[in-house]
């Protein structure tokens, strides 16, 4: 799924002919960023009612980096550097990737793995 949603990544560059939609791709590598540097590797902390320094900063800086992810094609249609197209196609590959993690915070909460 993750390659899926690359794919579109790149596939919204090349049909426009316009490379500024990988922007977004550096989203894609700072989201799960948090994760390893403060939550030890694992989804756990996300959805703990704990909290503390760390975790709190991670919260928000994963927060932060998934609402970049979405208004950056945004910023990008606005300012007429990308095509309405490659907005969407970039909306589809987010929700993809969003799948993805899904997917992955689901297998990792479950021991039988």
């Known amino acids: 799924m993750f390659s899926g949603s690359i ?17 977004s791709a550096l989203m894609y590598v700072l989201v799960p960023m948090p994760c390893l540097f403060f939550g030890g590797g694992t989804t756990q902390f996300l959805i703990s009612h704990d909290g503390g320094g760390w975790i709190d900063a991670a919260k928000f800086l994963t927060g932060a980096s998934s609402v970049g992810s979405i208004a950056i094609p945004i910023i990008l249609r606005h300012a007429d550097l990308i095509g309405t197209g490659a907005m969407w196609i970039e909306f589809f590959s987010f929700f993809i990737f969003v799948c993805t993690v899904l997917c992955f915070h689901r297998a990792s909460l479950e021991d039988e793995w």
């Open 7 to 23: 794919l579109l990544q790149i596939l919204a560059c090349v049909l426009y002919n316009n490379w500024w939609p990988m922007l």
